[in-house]
């Protein structure tokens, strides 16, 4: 008679020699994607074909399905399947020249730019630039839009200080400092004081002041960093709709402040297109014995088009894009397939993403586990398990891979809470799948890059995103191999303020008809 006892052992004992083996092998693996991603990266070459040679990548514009084209080549010339998957349609716009120049009381050229979706010019305007008045009643409001005709109307507030506040806080005296903040305080209350006498929005009253006749719209939307001003959507549909950058907004508001009545002259070059199909891209690595159960990898291909959208997401495209080309080259084989989702839109609402979960139900049912970046150029530095329970066990048990020199850096919190806005993890964690977000060293990245003009390729720090290669391709491949069920069971959510228990977030339908209903 056989001991069953010596058999439990034996299987026991064999079932350790396996895992020593596998650990084993994934320590030389470890190794190989360490030396890959350091001696032989092509993170440069593909941050310059992208942002360089491509550039801006605005939903609907030609430079983003280029971006996209680009992507599927790319993937095919690591020998990676890649397809561009349609999604919806949107309002098709291409970016041109801007040119603003003041003509009275003097010439100078200006720096500024057109927002995005900003009405076409058959040719240049010149026209006087004034500044809102202080409202005391609707009947201010009246009597003002009827002298908007011809002008273009300054719709920002004016801060006399162009210098970042850290400089106030280093050199200025306590009080000084004290002070420049309750002026600065001061003038924004005043100028949402201002606006709420209107009875409009923002959005709302320059659509006014476009019916009433005005020419043009200037807004300065700068971080409070020198150079940088943020750049989003033109609220006009006739009238061009421009961004000045600070430095040059106070020379234009203090003119028309003081009675010079400035002029400007501008034209921009932009091209309304019709409309155009959108797509995310998709690339996939075939698994083993696994190819029905899925891993992914996620990023958003789009950006606003300030600037080159370097960080954000270029350095989250190219970091995923890496990682599969090292998977590919050094671990083709692995048991789950690994898919890779560069998704488009994400910048007017998750929509590429969103898509993707509510159009692929087949894959979202058998999708164990997706890792997303979106956060800038920095290292890793923290995952927050999402509110999945059992994220801590196998998280944890990846993470052992990655060396000690970058996983230092990194924290965790499980189990977390879900996410229910910000990236493109979020309608994955809504449709229950454990999807992480990457947490990353800031860099200046909100006041800085975000959104912004200076968003381009010099502010990438490329030893950081080496380390993402690293952390990223390890935890995929821990999780594309991994015997054993991923869990994706949810915590019990908190209780809400009212003491009632939150619910967890809920999937939503994307935007399919942007700007064009």
């Known amino acids: 008679m056989i001991n069953s006892r010596f058999i439990g052992l034996t299987l026991l004992s064999v079932t350790s020699l396996f895992h020593q083996v596998d650990a084993q092998e994934m320590k030389i693996n470890v190794d190989a994607i360490v030396k890959e991603a350091t001696e032989h990266s092509e993170l440069e070459r593909l941050a310059h074909e992208l942002l360089d040679g491509i550039g801006t990548r605005l939903v609907g514009s030609p430079q983003m399905k280029q971006a996209n084209d680009w992507v599927v080549s790319t993937y095919q010339s690591w020998g990676i399947s890649a397809q561009n998957e349609a999604y919806g349609d949107w309002k098709a716009w291409e970016r041109g020249n801007t040119t603003i120049e003041l003509t009275h009381p003097r010439k100078q050229q200006l720096v500024g730019r057109q927002l995005a979706w900003t009405p076409s010019m058959k040719k240049a305007i010149e026209a006087e630039v004034i500044i809102l ?90 971080t409070g960093i020198t150079g940088s ?78 600037a080159q959208g370097a960080t954000d997401n270029g350095t989250g495209t190219i970091l995923m894009m890496e990682v599969a080309r090292i998977i590919q080259k050094l671990y083709p084989n692995a048991k789950r397939t690994i898919l890779i989702g560069h998704w488009n839109s994400e910048e007017q609402g998750l929509n590429g993403s969103t898509a993707f979960v509510n159009d692929h139900p ?65 309608p994955f964690v809504a449709a229950g799948v454990p999807a992480f977000a990457f947490g990353s060293q800031n860099w200046g990245y909100g006041p800085y890059t975000w959104h912004t003009n200076l968003d381009t390729y010099d502010k990438i720090v490329f030893q950081e995103v080496i380390k993402n290669v690293i952390t990223t391709a390890i935890l995929t491949l821990e999780a594309a191999n991994d015997p054993n ?16 228990l939150q619910p967890w977030p809920t999937l939503k339908e994307p935007n399919r008809r942007g700007r064009l209903d």
């Open 485 to 500: 069920e991923i869990s994706n069971q949810r915590r019990v959510m908190p209780l809400d303020k009212e003491g009632e």
């Open 133 to 222: 008045p202080k409202f005391t009643d609707v009947t201010d409001v009246t009597t003002f839009l009827k002298t908007v005709k011809g002008k273009i109307v300054l719709m920002s507030p004016y801060f006399p200080s162009g210098r970042p506040e850290e400089q106030w806080k280093e050199f200025a005296t306590e009080n000084d400092y004290i002070g420049y903040k309750a002026e600065k305080s001061a003038i924004q209350e005043s100028w949402n004081a201002n606006l709420k006498k209107t009875g409009k929005t923002s959005t709302k009253f320059i659509e006014a002041l476009e019916e009433a006749g005005a020419s043009g719209i200037i807004i300065n939307g700068w």
């Open 229 to 306: 001003n943020r750049v989003f959507d033109a609220k006009t549909k006739s009238i061009p709709h421009l961004d000045l950058n600070n430095e040059d907004y106070g020379i234009i508001y203090r003119l028309a402040k003081f009675g010079n009545k400035p002029k400007l002259k501008v034209q921009t070059e932009s091209k309304h297109l019709g409309e155009t199909k959108v797509f995310n891209t998709i690339a996939t690595i075939p698994g083993t014995t696994h190819k029905n159960e899925y891993v992914m990898l996620s990023a958003h291909l789009d950006a606003w088009d300030g």
């Open 362 to 426: 087949e894959i979202i049912r058998n999708l164990k586990v997706l890792f997303n970046q979106d956060s800038g150029t920095g290292r890793i530095t923290s995952i927050n398990g999402q509110g999945f329970i059992d994220a801590y066990d196998y998280l944890g048990r990846w993470m052992e891979q990655i060396p000690d020199s970058i996983k230092k850096y990194i924290t965790t919190t499980f189990p977390g809470v879900p996410q229910t806005r910000g990236t493109d993890n979020v």
